[in-house]
């Protein structure tokens, strides 16, 4: 199964970049992925061209690709005034309008303080789906003072198994496969 990470950290090393590593471990943990990380600041310049030619250039181009082929993704941001931040959003903006319907997502954010931490819910979460996409449960939101402290890494783990039960029905979808909607649901179940 493939399995995308979208990471709009914008310094190196990220925190948010470190957030996505995590989660995608977790992930390959519960069930063996193909993995594909795509750096989304990596990406600023094509994603401009974009909004003014109405063209996406080679590597922006193989990362939507990437993100409408996966059978999972993962997401992660840091947090800009109180939301995801203007690049995570235009590389969104850039995907076909169905590539994550029926998609299984896991949202992740961080930030400087836990005050953050509701973006998953009143941005991230909304976001997702409006295009569609199945979004995992659990969310994951790691402020500065997360790293290292208790929780965190059980956050991480829940959300891994929630996103990791959703991929393979969502293989079988792409593949064209009818999955009966009880089957969907049970794959929910923890």
């Known amino acids: 199964m493939k399995l995308v990470v979208v990471s709009a950290g914008l310094s190196v090393p990220s925190s948010t970049r470190l957030l996505a590593d995590r989660l995608a471990a977790a992930v390959d943990r519960q069930t063996p992925v193909e993995l594909q990380v795509i750096e989304v600041r990596e990406?600023?310049?094509?994603?401009?061209?974009?909004?003014?030619?109405?063209?996406?250039?080679?590597?922006?181009?193989?990362?939507?690709?990437?993100?409408?082929?996966?059978?999972?993704?993962?997401?992660?941001?840091?947090?800009?005034?109180a939301s995801y931040s203007g690049l995570f959003k235009s590389f969104f903006d850039m995907l076909d309008k169905d590539a994550l319907a029926g998609k299984p997502v896991l949202i992740a954010a961080t930030g400087g303080t836990a005050r953050h931490s509701l973006v998953l819910e009143h941005a991230l979460r909304?976001?997702?789906?409006?295009?569609?996409?199945?979004?995992?449960?659990?969310?994951?939101?790691?402020?500065?003072?997360?790293?290292?402290?208790?929780?965190?890494?059980?956050?991480?783990?829940?959300?891994?198994?929630?996103?990791?039960?959703?991929?393979?029905?969502?293989?079988?979808?792409?593949?064209?496969?009818?999955?009966?909607?009880?089957?969907?649901?049970?794959?929910?179940?923890?």
């Open 43 to 81: 990406l600023a310049v094509e994603i401009a061209h974009n909004f003014t030619n109405g063209f996406a250039g080679k590597e922006l181009a193989a990362a939507q690709d990437a993100v409408a082929g996966a059978d999972g993704l993962i997401v992660v941001t840091p947090v800009f005034s």
């Open 126 to 190: 909304p976001l997702f789906a409006y295009l569609r996409a199945v979004v995992v449960p659990t969310a994951v939101y790691a402020a500065s003072e997360d790293w290292g402290a208790e929780g965190l890494a059980q956050r991480i783990e829940r959300a891994a198994g929630e996103l990791a039960s959703l991929m393979p029905t969502a293989a079988r979808r792409a593949e064209g496969a009818v999955v009966p909607f009880a089957e969907q649901l049970a794959a929910l179940r923890p």
